[in-house]
Every structure is written in C-alpha cells, then in structure tokens.
C-alpha cells in the first residue's frame, strides 16, 4: 500500500517574505508527517503533526503569526477530518489557542463537530489544552501590519467599525499562509486537515471556508484535499468536497484538483487553491492565484526528499 503527504502554506499575490522560507517550512513539515507515515503511523496523526509545525512557525497565517482581525484581535480557525469513518471535528474564531489544529482533533474525538468562540476555549481548558498568551500568537510582522492598516483608516476619517459595505469583499487585502496537510497511510486510510488565521484586518466573527467541512478540507474513502484562497467562495462551491466527488466519479487526482479550480473560476471571481490525494496516492495540486506554495512526498515515485513548488 503507498504512502504519500502534501502540505500547503497558502495561495495568494504577495507573500510576506522570501518564497524560499515558505517553501523550506513546507518541506520541514512533509519530512515530519513522512517519518511518522514510514513508522507506520496514522494519516490522522500525520496531517495533525505536519499541521502544527506549521502552526509554529511564524511565516505562515496559521497558530503563532496569524493575521489579525480589525479590531487586533487573533481569531484562528482549523478543521480535521478521516475518510474511512467520515468523523471529522472543526474550531473556528478561537482565541489564544497555539495549535488549533489539535484543538478541532480534540473536537472530532467528542460528540461535537464544531466549536466555535469562548465555547471552543472552554473546550480546550475541559480537555487539558492550555490557553496561551496573546503575545505567543503575535509577530512583529503583523502587528505592523495591523497598524499600518489602522493609520490607514485613519487618515480616511473612516469610522472605526463602519469600513465594510453591506456585502463585503475582502479581495483587497493580503492574502497567504493559510496551511494544510493531507496524508495517506499503511492501512490505506486518507486524512485531511486545514489551519488559518483568517483574512488580515477581517469584520470581527467573520468565518471564511478553513474550518467548514466540504469547504475548506474534507476526506471519504476516495480523496483527502485541503483548500487555500478567498474564503467565501470556497464555501459557495463547497470546493473541498466538489474536488473529493470528481475522484469518486473517476477522475485522476490530478485532473480532479484541475477541474475543481477551473470550477473556481468560472463561477465565482475568488482566487486560491488546493491539494489532493486520491486512495492509491496519487497527487493533485491545483491553483489560480499566483502562487500556492506546496510540498510532498510519495512512495510511489521512490523520493528521498520532499518535493517543493510554489
């Protein structure tokens, strides 16, 4: 049986720093997720350790470094999910967690599907996570960025919680390090799982595809896939699902991540992407941004090292 991992670290227009650090944190967590693949561990457990690597390092939208909200706050979302039992558990807008990907496992492994708020933070305290400092979730980077935006605004005399129209569009803004990792392990079981920070300078509860199942990651029987981008039409298309269904209706994994995104694009005017593994572990990687920055390895191609694009 193969073994394969993909992990992304975002799609978008500018990234913020050198596409090379993107590329070497992808590759860290590929060879992490991959030594637990050859030891005979679980997709499950690979996608959620190659998940929090990413979590930690502070480059990506995800766990410490995230974006933060209009207000300056940090509102993080994560969703997991195995495709042989279909269970799958998701936080979104939780605060002053460090790994909420290991938070949402924590959600999948209890009689609920999806916490969000203060309620998602109570969770993690009944289950032993400890929350962490706001400080630990903060980088100088994005609180600059953060107070650039607020001078910004104030220069345009905006009201403070009055700069969105009735039907918001965040296209404006930066967009990257939104992270995800799919896996398919010994026992030919397939796992999804996505983590993201959320859209930079983003209306306060605002809740884009990352931890919606269909939307932002999803796993069956057939194909894990983890999803990047604009938010909002990922949930419209209910992307990760539609890519899941073109493998289950025959399609490569390749051509199955293609025609998603071409879906993507004719129908809606969003810009992202995704990964994709199909049950005999082939890989689909597919995006319309300008870039979409993704690692992996494979058994069926004999690699040594991780394979790195952008």
């Known amino acids: 049986m193969p073994i394969a991992i993909v992990v992304h670290g975002g799609a978008g227009k500018t990234p913020a720093g050198p596409l090379e650090a993107f590329q070497e944190g992808c590759k860290e967590a590929v060879r992490l997720g991959w030594r637990i693949l050859e030891d005979g561990g679980s997709a499950l457990d690979t996608v959620e350790a190659a998940v929090r690597a990413l979590e930690d390092n502070p480059i990506y939208n995800a766990g410490t470094g995230a974006s933060l909200t209009a207000n300056g706050n940090i509102e993080l979302d994560a969703g997991i999910m195995e495709g042989q039992t279909l269970r799958v558990g998701a936080v979104a807008d939780v605060e002053l967690i460090k790994h909420p990907i290991s938070l949402a496992r924590k959600v999948m492994e209890s009689p609920h599907v ?10 993690a305290q009944e289950q032993g996570i400890a929350l962490c400092k706001f ?3 903060l980088t100088e980077q994005r609180h600059k960025q953060w107070k650039e935006k607020q001078a910004e605004v104030a220069s345009k005399q905006e009201p403070r919680f009055h700069r969105y129209e009735v039907n918001p569009s965040p296209r404006s803004e930066e967009k990257h390090g939104t992270v995800g990792a799919v896996a398919l392990d010994t026992a030919g079981i397939l796992a999804a799982a996505t983590s993201t920070g959320g859209t930079f300078n983003k209306y306060l509860g605002r809740v884009g595809d990352s931890p919606l199942v269909g939307c932002g990651f999803y796993a069956d029987e057939n194909a894990a896939v983890s999803c990047t981008g604009e938010g909002e039409d990922f949930i419209r298309l ?6 899941a269904d073109f493998v289950g209706n025959g399609a490569h994994a390749r051509e199955a991540a293609e025609k998603t995104i071409a879906v993507l694009g004719a129908k809606a005017h969003g810009t992202g992407g995704l990964i994709l593994l199909d049950r005999q572990g082939n890989i689909g990687i597919a995006w319309n941004s300008q870039y979409m920055v993704h690692a992996y390895i494979t058994s069926n191609q004999e690699m040594q090292e991780p394979t790195t694009g952008i």
Do not use: S
Request: net charge neutral; hydrophobic share 55%.
């Open 114 to 123: 999806l916490l969000v708020g203060k309620g998602a933070q109570e969770f």
């Open 135 to 137: 400080e630990d979730l």
């Open 238 to 243: 209910l992307i990760a699902k539609r890519a």
